[in-house]
């Protein structure tokens, strides 16, 4: 019940292209929900984030699409630029106490944008 | 403003030894949290530090330790080295350690245990 999971593992994307990822999770008391980036060589950053009481976060290009009955949460990025080619990670974490620093991570997508 | 740093960027020991490392938190931060990534695994955390008090902890061995000091400088610790234990080790840190603040993480420690 802990986990989360990503898809696809790896996307290529031409230049312009919508990027999507999707993520689901199993635990109903999850209500934070990041999505982070990270380039080789560096640390995770993060991108944008949504709570459960919101459908729809969007940031610039990002765009953070949530639903709540299907537990599923999506990162959409429009007109996607070679400088995206990164590899993102979704994320989800309670409120409570004992989530003090703790993020629950998917596995990754590697995101490739051809020019 | 500075960021995250964490010091070596890069490690390798043997099988057996021990190693520390060390991560420097964006002043003003007071929680600082350990994650390991690795290809298989994926990010898992390991724990997190506030006050010099761990708060939370992950489903480590005991062989995986931590600490904070006064300034919120952390160290973690890994004792008798396994080949297993080879990975990036990530530090973030955030004003008081509650994942809505947002955590800011460090590039990262890679350790290679041979």
């Known amino acids: 019940q802990q986990q989360v999971k990503q898809s696809p593992q790896s996307l290529i994307v031409q230049k312009g292209g919508i990027s999507i990822i999707n993520c689901a999770y199993e635990n109903t008391a999850f209500d934070y929900f990041p999505w982070y980036q990270q380039f080789p060589g560096k640390g995770p950053a993060l991108l944008i984030a949504?709570?459960?009481?919101?459908s729809e976060k969007k940031e610039g290009r990002f765009t953070i699409s949530f639903n709540k009955s299907a537990k599923q949460f999506s990162l959409h990025i429009m007109d996607s630029q070679p400088g995206d080619s990164a590899t993102y990670f979704c994320a989800a974490s309670f409120a409570g106490g004992t989530s003090y620093g703790k993020l629950t991570f998917g596995q990754g997508t590697i995101l490739t944008v051809h020019p | 403003k500075a960021g995250v740093t964490q010091t070596p960027r890069y490690l390798i020991k043997t099988r057996g030894q021990q190693v520390t490392l060390s991560c420097s938190p964006i002043s003003g931060h007071r929680s600082v949290s350990w994650y390991q990534q690795t290809p298989g695994q994926g990010l898992q955390f390991l724990f997190e530090y506030f006050s010099e008090t761990q708060r939370n902890k992950g489903n480590f061995p005991g062989r995986f330790s931590g600490r904070q000091f006064s300034n919120s400088r952390s160290e973690m610790n890994v004792s008798t080295l396994e080949l297993g234990d080879s990975a990036l080790y990530l530090c973030a840190s955030s004003l008081y350690g509650v994942p809505r603040d947002g955590y800011t993480f460090g590039s990262g420690t890679r350790l290679t245990v041979v």
């Open positions: 949504i709570r459960p009481d919101v």
